[in-house]
């Protein structure tokens, strides 16, 4: 085992450099960025031109930039923001607790909905409870997720009028501007988003669960379990259970590096300040620090998460050799 | 402890506004100064005349993007600009109307008889929000920052500064080493010689809180959520602003703003398109103001005469684009088009139709607007040898007259004039077809290969403007030193490749005349030569547009620098 | 073949001379699944056949006529330049249905087969496929797209973009395929060290055949869940392209750029916004009952109608 994750963290490194490699040149072959937006300016002179160029760096061919941009990064400087002037890092922290709490919120709401659906529409097979949370998780997987938001926008915060004249539900922020901090507000504004999103990621995780749950069931461990005379919640909770939720590990742990990356239409229909629209902001902009940085994090996230799933899986279910 | 009590002032004023809207009965807090208090929403009980101000609210303006700074020194997008001018005033400014007007100094900047001087005189007993002085130093430390090392600010104008002296603290000599005729657009703003070290001008905490002698500070900013404005208590009006803060919300797109404008969860939204006034028209309790682009912004097609290859040559007679070079299709296009059909249907009739480079201000040169004639288009056509073939679409030596029509993506207007102007070529046996890029790929620079500074495209729609003083627009746009090419780096924005000899002679000149109006009179003619030869097609003239709920009073949109901000200190809202 | 423990009727081997209608009969019973592909079915028709079911050009602008509400004259009314939406939706349809069948077959195959390697020989062709899934996961589309737009344009081909949907479904395919491969190569892992596929071994089976006759069938389940889960996000992604310059460009009607610009009519139009994304849903819908009956037919595992 120590041998393997020797191997594994070694791969990891170099996958993550060879990432961040691809990264940088895509991200400098892609037109645009601050310079674009100077140039169009024709108040900008050849010379401000020049010294923005070296103020920004922008001046070095690409191979010396990635090799100034690795030696920062290495030492833990991933470079400030070209729009905010900021340090990337600053920038991420920022959004960073709202993004996990919308995400983690997210992740708990789905993980309740769908893991008991799931069971139990796997123990009750073609039972009508089967056919309807099979219907409303199609239903959920069927949706286009931008839309399906804008829906509930119109319906909850601008159609529906809740006692007071104002809208039901807020459908934009975290808090109310200008009014003091409290936690039904927050919880309030919580509602939309998470409801978009958890109805969409349960229905794929109960599906998932519901067809691992239903292999468990006919395994001949279950069998014997059950022919051995075991009650059926023990051969349940004991034997199918846990095996069953071996592959929900690894949807769990495949999702995690999103708790960081955010959820980008999410968070621009509900105008949510996490990381998905900082992303997306410094993406279109070309803001190359604070793109690399992100997306590096993200990179280590997923190749991190994609370790810890093997791993796990490994201990779960001892007839996986990893080597 | 300064946060917690920011945070308290808050809470208190959100408990006002909240008790207000419920009905309660809300203490009345005047100042002093003002000449009405707030009342409770029982109206027929008071006796106050209705048209008074009211003191106190806050006020909640959706910007569909983040200010990256509010240091007009390192201010890279038009959002900077805007919310800084809550905050941060210059010398002299663009009013309402389009036409330069003093700020902090007394009156607009006298000039020398050579040309080479230009003297302000400073308004007396103005403090900066932190209780400076504002002095003669501050427009010095202004100009040393502009011209600094990490500056980010255009310094076109500002390197033909000698040196500023101050022969006494409110009066400012400025010497110019040429004579720099557009002088009146320099100075929009000052920085307090207190900011900082400009060898650190990156991490200036000045960056997210400047020091201004507006009516508003910065009092908190959660990044890429919004930004707090609070009241500058040295704010040169007394009893001004009215309200208690300005909060700023960033939105992740307009589409976001129109619907919250709609269920009042803000107050004023910023930077709306022409398209999205239909919409606005039918939302109850809201508001719009526009103003045309004080720089004279049109949206406009640009004809390639050149190559559509990416080739790029200086001259583009050399391998002269197959159809678009010949004035005859460039005239039967214009006249192909009902610009005023798109105005009416597309803009609800809001805007004027595009005639002329200089629309507006001091520099207005009215131009009669293009007719619209198929009859002719289609004669022009005939006599340039283009033949309608099989398909309805002219062919002239077996090539088809398709041209490609590039704009930016995920702009409905230009999506939706785009598929106007498919149509009417149609009518007129010109095929066009849309292929629309990001902005970042159209709009690129000549080292990443831009689409539009290379050439690499038939007709372009976008939006570029006269700018306030004309001189850099129009070198930039119709001189032919201005052509994309190797030969100058890619320097210039003459995407059309346009050559007049006439044209590039009165641009030349006018720019180092002192001479206002002999300056005026040769730009004009630039802008009739440019209507003639047809390089471009003016569309419609763009313009700034503001949206607000009608219960906020005095708000309205400038043409210049201010944008919304102008008249931030006498914004109240009824209650 | 299928011997030892294993009973005959839990791992099957593909072998039998009446297999399809095998699955057939077994699909055929099951309800939803049939509703499902009935109405695919008639999408398909009434897209295919778009101008018998329509009276209106696609194209055809009446810009007195904007944004109308739904009517008899316009059943489903009219978009921003007086188009009837009904009609721009049967020839959107034809786009999108195409753009996300492709885009979903180009990304199950690849995923399919990259997981299926991975799991099965495991060691360094594990890694190595496994690295580089990790590598296109953490490559943003964005940027890949913007890049490959202006590589295809700096080519001067004419008109690559009008009408042509191969490219963009195949890229789309091309960049969503981890998932896919990530859940088959667990599900194969876990599969190998199953007695029956090492009886298989034992016996001197080759890999193919242990691979797509063995292992194949048994993990069906996760491929046809992400498969279905692909479908409405390439549908919706070839709208995301147009933005990225390398969509199908207007006025050609996709429901993808049917419903890009719609969050601003949404208030004042909804019906602009409601239709095109309905059908997305229905579409979508339909194709993961279709995909559940397909499921428990292929499935050798799954009994069908047991209560």
Known sequence: MATYLLRRLLQSILTLLVISMILFGLISSVPGGIMSAYQENPDFTAEDLARLEAKYGLNDPVPVRYLK??????????????????????????????????????????????????????????????????????????????????????????????????????????????????????????????????????????????????????????????????????????????????????????????????????????????????????????????????????????????????????????????? | MKQFKTLLALVLVAAFILSACGGGEAAPQAEPDTPAAETTDAPSEQAVDPNAPVTGGTVIVGTPQEPGTLNPLLASATIDDVISAFIIEGLVTVDGEGEYAPVLAEELPTVSEDGLVVTYKLKKDIKFSNGDAFTCADVQFTYEGIVSDLSGASTSGYSDIEKIECPDDFTAEVY?????????????????????????????????????????????????????????????????????????????????????????????????????????????????????????????????????????????????????????????????????????????????????????????????????????????????????????????????????????????????????????????????????????????????????????????????????????????????????????????????????????????????NADQDARREAYCQVAEQINKDVPRVFLYERMVISGYREQLQNFRVSPGYADMTLDSQNWWLQP | MTTLSVPAKKFRTVREQSLFLFFWMRFRRHVTAMLGGIIMLIMTVVIAFAPVFSPYDPFDQDLLNRLQPPSTEHWMGTDDLGRDMLTRILYGGRISLSVGLLAMGVSIVLGTLIGLTSGYYGGWTDSILMRITEIFLSIPRLFVLIAMGMFLRSLNLPNIQAGSFMPIAVVIGALSWMGTARLVRASTLELRGREFVQASRALGGSDARLLFMHILPNIMSPIIVSATLGLAGAIISESGLSYLGFGVQLPTPTWGNMLSNTQNQMLTAPWTAIFPGLMIFFVVIAINYLGDGLRDALDPRHIVGKK
């Open chain 2, 176 to 512: 110019f080493l040429d004579v720099y005729a557009p002088y009146l657009r320099l100075f929009s703003y000052i920085i307090p010689k207190g900011a900082g070290d400009l060898a650190a001008l990156d991490t200036w905490e000045y960056n997210r809180a400047p020091i201004g002698t507006g009516p508003w500070m910065v009092a908190q900013w959660e990044a890429g959520d919004n930004i707090t404005l609070v009241k500058n208590p040295n704010y040169r009006e007394p009893g001004k602003p009215y309200l208690d803060s300005v909060i700023v919300k960033i939105l992740p797109s307009r589409e976001t703003g129109v619907q919250l404008l709609g269920t009042g969860e803000i107050t004023v939204l910023w930077d709306l398109t022409e398209a999205d006034l239909p919409t606005i028209d039918q939302l109850d309790g809201v508001a719009w103001s526009g103003a045309t682009y004080g720089y004279g912004e049109n949206e406009l097609l640009v004809f390639n005469l050149g190559p559509a290859d990416g080739s790029a040559p200086a001259d583009p007679s050399v391998a002269p684009h197959p159809s678009l070079s010949d004035l005859r299709v460039r005239q039967a296009i214009q006249y192909g088009i009902d610009k005023q059909l798109i105005v009416d249907a597309l803009l609800g009739g809001n805007v004027k139709v595009g005639t002329t480079v200089l629309p507006i201000g001091y520099w207005a040169c009215p131009q009669p607007a293009s007719e619209f004639n198929v009859e002719k288009a289609n004669a022009l056509l005939d006599e340039a040898g283009w033949i309608v073939g099989a398909d309805g679409i002219r062919e002239k030596d077996g090539v088809r007259l398709s041209l490609k029509i590039s704009s930016t993506t995920g702009n409905q207007l230009r999506e939706q004039t785009e598929q106007v102007l498919v149509e009417m070529m149609k009518e007129i046996g010109i095929e066009l077809v849309i292929d629309n890029l990001p902005s970042d790929v159209l709009l690129a620079g000549w080292d990443s290969d831009g689409m539009r500074k290379k050439g690499r495209f038939d007709i372009l729609l976008y939006t570029t403007g006269g700018g306030y003083d004309p001189d850099s627009h129009l070198f930039s746009n119709y001189h032919s030193a201005r052509i994309p090419s190797a030969d100058n780096e890619g320097a210039g924005n003459n995407f059309s490749r346009y050559i007049n000899a006439d044209v590039d002679a009165l641009i030349d000149d006018a720019a180092f």
């Open chain 1, 69 to 323: 941009w690795l030696g920062n990064t290495l030492q833990g400087d991933f470079g400030n923001s070209f729009i905010s002037k900021r340090p990337a890092l600053e920038e991420i922290g920022d959004r960073l607790p709202n993004t996990m709490l919308l995400m983690g919120v997210m992740l708990i709401v789905t993980l309740l909905i769908a893991i008991p659906l799931g069971i139990i529409s796997a123990i009750k097979q073609y039972t009508w409870f089967d056919h309807i949370t099979t219907t409303l998780a199609f239903a959920g997987q069927s949706l286009p997720v931008f839309w399906f938001g804008l829906l509930l926008i119109i319906i909850f915060s601008v159609t529906l009028k809740g006692a007071d004249g104002k809208p039901l539900l807020p459908g934009s922020g975290m808090y109310t501007l200008g009014a003091p901090f409290s936690l039904i507000d927050r919880v309030e504004h919580l509602i939309l988003p998470v409801t978009m999103l958890a109805f969409v990621s349960a229905a794929g995780y109960m599906r998932y669960l519901r067809s691992s749950m239903l292999d468990v069931i006919n395994e001949d461990y279950v069998r014997t379990a059950r022919a051995k005379g075991a009650r059926e919640r023990v051969v349940i909770f004991k034997h199918a259970m846990r095996n069953a939720l071996i592959p929900l590990v690894t949807l769990i742990g495949l999702d995690l590096p999103s708790l960081f990356g955010g959820a980008l239409f999410t968070e621009t229909i509900f105008a949510w300040p996490g990381i998905g629209r900082l992303y997306f902001t410094a993406a279109l902009k070309t803001d190359y620090p604070v793109v690399m940085a992100v997306l590096i994090i993200y990179s280590a996230l997923i190749i991190l998460s994609s370790l810890l799933v093997d791993v796990i899986y490994a201990i779960l279910d001892p007839r996986i050799r990893l080597s």
